[in-house]
């Protein structure tokens, strides 16, 4: 340990020194803004020295619009600025900006861009920055009046799996935050939570494959950061939205997002609510072989289910700057969500000659309240221009109760009727303390160092009763109760250098992880508890070099890691259907994974990457038989999974009218694991997704995207089969271009079906999955209020707090 320690503390050190080196050169800062003054982000700059006119430097502006370079003073400058939608600039750097070390340049949409449009709407759907791929949700007409999960299911590189699961660059284990902020839900919660936020309330999505060291290490395939909008205007202003969708059930999404902002003082509101009614129905056909690998028996299954949800989403914070130099502020967070579903499903047992034997008629519903309240509080100090001290704490309560009901009926003379409830409340409280330092050294480094520490609590019970309707007795065998409590610490350091053509990262992060459960036992089971301790050192960085003004190309390694999710660890056993049931593995072990990557850019238009990746401990959803008739679906470690990746990346305009982005990715993934028996799974699989986006005339702009994903594979014992989707949309200003009407049909050909084959213990079933997805969907939003006309300031640390909303 105390070596590991030595070396943390030896690379933070080596960035400092690194940093203090003589220099002979100058830092220059350009910022680039639209044409209302808010930061344009992932704008490409080419910086030209006289002294070297075939050799000029690049840069990408970051999340406020800023690009550091490094001047020789003896040489004469010249500046170019790209941006999709926007004018290009050329400009000579005048001595003035020469000696002031600075320069704002604001772009200027072009003048066959759709005026009618919101600034967002002007913005590429798709920017590539260092490190991120970011997904402009406003910018595709298609994804008004969606849910943040239909969002994600056709951004780059995203998959949705049949059960809401999220993959990034054909790998599972995806780290989901919103507003940088874990949500610590996983599986059918997380699902819920996503599939209950409208994506009127969010701006963007940031798709993170090889996040630095600041980041927490979870999330074997990268991060997902969804961002909630923020009006930076001062004044008054607010947008209001609304759409109705139809497709074979209703679905409604409103929003308002209202911000003050005046002096030092900056408050805002958002408020949603998500109305959504909605089918599923599954098809499975299950075939249980003997001893002699022949069919046994076979099993028959229907099952629909009708669902309804309302989501209310509210947050409301403010902020503060107490001096030119410091900044507190804080948020409240507050969601409920309420579910409720009927289902009715068919199951015919069938001899080997596919007779059917025997009918199974089972009736079910299901309610489901979800309830959580958080709490944000932040501070930020800036010391001078190149240091800055930041603090944040989070209090979040989730409190979820389900309630489930299930009657099978033999249908046949002198059948049975016999009764299934649930009563399925959990609790879940987590507390969060995050310290982020960051110091600007010499002219182009900056060393980021930090420490967090999260603790969660949760308490969960399963209640389940038989009976016939009248009369219910304890069923002992499925009822329990869990309680978990984990802590995590975690110290990072990351220093970051730019020299020329090249500029490179370097990190290292910390975490220790441990963990206490209980299941408590009954009358029939005796308890049981367990810990668990385990730590490791997790680094992390790039090098990428600058070929030319058209070329770059970076290097990237990382290590990674996923918990077991505490849902995970729960033994409960979940009812699906009288057949099958779904239950946690309480010996769920940490998965670990090496991640490298090499990627090449070509200006704004081609993007490529070849990437790596190796995990151990693999997390793989997992059946197994219980008795003659009953499967099980848990996760596990299964041992080891290889992926190769290639993807490619294209944005380009064939026409002034005519935008196209477009993505292709190859994964070759290898699962070698036991579960009973030896497995060795392998596929490749191939992911479309492709969004044109079209300027009709002044007042119409439209939309064509989709995806396809081939054949693939995620888990040890499941194949996916086919699936995809496309997407029509069309939009134009209304209210002389205060408000904008949008009508879009998602899944226009109803394609978007799950359907696949999982391998068990001596069975096997093929299923396929169909929902509610064709949706006609009209959408509303009107921008209203008047912003300020205040006196510029002068830049630096002062009005870059009071460009500060939000957190």
């Avoid at 999260?454 to 007795?473: E, F, P, R, V």
């Avoid at 850019?601 to 990457?609: P, V």
Wanted: glycine letters at 8%; charged letters at 20%; one cysteine or more.
């Amino acid at each position: 340990m105390q070596q590991y320690l030595t070396i943390f503390f030896l690379l933070a050190c080596l960035g400092f020194c690194w940093g203090q080196g003589p220099s002979a050169e100058a830092t220059f800062t350009l910022s680039v803004v639209d044409e209302k003054q808010e930061p344009l982000i992932g704008a490409t700059i080419e910086l030209l020295a006289s002294t070297h006119p075939n050799s000029p430097q690049m840069a990408v502006t970051d999340e406020k619009g800023v690009a550091v370079f490094s001047l020789k003073p003896s040489a004469t400058f010249s500046i170019k600025v790209r941006f999709v939608g926007y004018t290009e600039v050329s400009s000579a750097l005048s001595p003035e900006a020469i000696a002031a070390q600075k320069l704002t340049l604001a772009l200027q949409p072009d003048s066959k861009t759709l005026e009618g449009i919101t600034v967002s709407g002007r913005k590429a759907l798709i920017q590539r920055v260092q490190g991120k791929t970011i997904v402009n949700v406003d910018a595709a007409v298609t994804n008004a009046g969606t849910t943040v999960l239909e969002v994600l299911e056709k951004s780059p590189g995203v998959m949705v799996d049949r059960n809401g699961g999220l993959s990034l660059m054909g790998k599972t284990g995806v780290l989901v935050l919103i507003d940088d902020k874990q949500t610590y839900l996983s599986g059918a919660e997380l699902n819920n939570l996503l599939s209950g936020m409208s994506s009127n309330q969010v701006d963007q999505i940031e798709l993170i494959t090889n996040p630095s060291a600041k980041y927490d290490a979870s999330g074997n395939a990268g991060i997902i950061n969804i961002k909630t909008k923020k009006n930076k205007q001062k004044g008054f202003n607010g947008v209001l939205s609304n759409s109705y969708g139809q497709g074979v059930y209703a679905k409604s999404n409103n929003s308002l997002v209202l911000n003050y902002r005046n002096g030092r003082f900056n408050t805002f509101l958002t408020y949603s609510s998500n109305y959504n009614e909605s089918f599923i129905k599954i098809y499975a056909l299950r075939e249980y072989f003997n001893a002699q690998d022949q069919v046994d028996a076979g099993l028959d299954q229907l099952w629909t289910l009708i669902n309804n949800s309302f989501n209310n989403t509210l947050k409301t914070g403010l902020d503060y700057s107490i001096s030119d130099k410091t900044t507190l502020g804080f948020a409240l967070t507050g969601i409920t969500n309420t579910r409720g579903g009927r289902g009715i499903a068919r199951a015919n047992w069938e001899n080997p000659q596919g007779i059917v034997d025997s009918t199974i008629e089972t009736n079910s519903t299901s309610k489901a309240l979800f309830e959580t309240g958080g709490i944000n509080l932040y501070a930020k100090h800036t010391f001078s221009k190149k240091q800055q001290l930041a603090v944040d704490f989070d209090w979040l309560s989730y409190d979820i109760n389900n309630e489930q009901f299930f009657n099978n009926a033999l249908v046949a003379n002198g059948g049975y009727n016999e009764g299934t409830r649930g009563f399925l409340p959990s609790t879940l409280e987590i507390s969060s303390l995050k310290i982020d330092h960051s110091l600007q050294i010499g002219e182009n480094g900056k060393l980021e160092t930090g420490y967090k520490n999260s603790h969660i609590n949760t308490d969960n019970t399963a209640d389940y009763q038989n009976g016939n309707g009248t009369i219910w007795k304890q069923d002992y065998g499925k009822t329990n109760r869990f309680l978990y409590a984990e802590n995590i610490h975690a110290l990072y350091s990351s220093y970051e250098q730019k020299m020329d053509r090249f500029s490179m990262q370097l990190g290292l992060r910390y975490e220790s992880t441990n963990y206490d459960a209980n299941q408590l036992g009954n009358v029939e089971r005796p308890d049981s508890a367990f810990s668990r301790q385990y730590n490791g050192f997790f680094p992390s960085g790039y090098l990428s070099y600058q070929l030319d003004s058209s070329n770059a190309f970076t290097l990237t390694a990382g290590r990674r890691l996923d918990r077991p999710p505490f849902q995970q660890l729960n033994p409960f056993v979940n009812i699906i259907n009288k057949y099958t049931y779904e239950r946690g593995n309480p010996f769920s072990l940490p998965q670990y994974t090496w991640n490298l990557e090499l990627s090449h850019q070509y200006k704004d238009f081609l993007s490529t990457a070849v990437s790596y990746s190796i995990i151990r401990n693999y997390f793989s959803q997992l059946f197994v038989s219980e008795g003659e008739d009953i499967l099980i679906y848990t996760k596990g470690n299964v041992g080891k999974m290889y992926n190769f990746g290639i993807s490619v990346a294209l944005q380009l305009s064939p026409f002034k009218w005519w935008s196209f982005n477009g993505q292709v990715m190859f994964n070759y993934k290898e699962l070698n694991g036991y579960q009973n028996i030896d497995y060795t799974s392998s596929i490749s699989q191939v992911n479309f997704s492709i969004s044109n986006q079209f300027r009709l005339n002044d007042v119409y702009s439209a939309e064509i995207s989709g995806f396809y994903t081939t054949r693939a594979r995620n888990d040890l014992q499941e194949l996916l089969y086919d699936t995809g989707q496309l997407s029509l949309g069309i939009s134009r200003p209304v209210f002389k271009k205060k408000a904008t009407l949008k009508l879009s049909i998602r899944d226009l050909f109803y394609t978007q079906v799950m359907e696949g084959l999982t391998d068990f213990p001596d069975a096997e079933e093929y299923f396929l999955l169909t929902r509610d997805s064709r949706v006609l969907n009209l959408a509303f939003s009107y921008r209203f209020g008047k912003p300020l006309k205040s006196a510029r300031r002068n830049g630096g640390a002062a009005s870059d707090e009071m460009e500060r909303v939000g957190n």
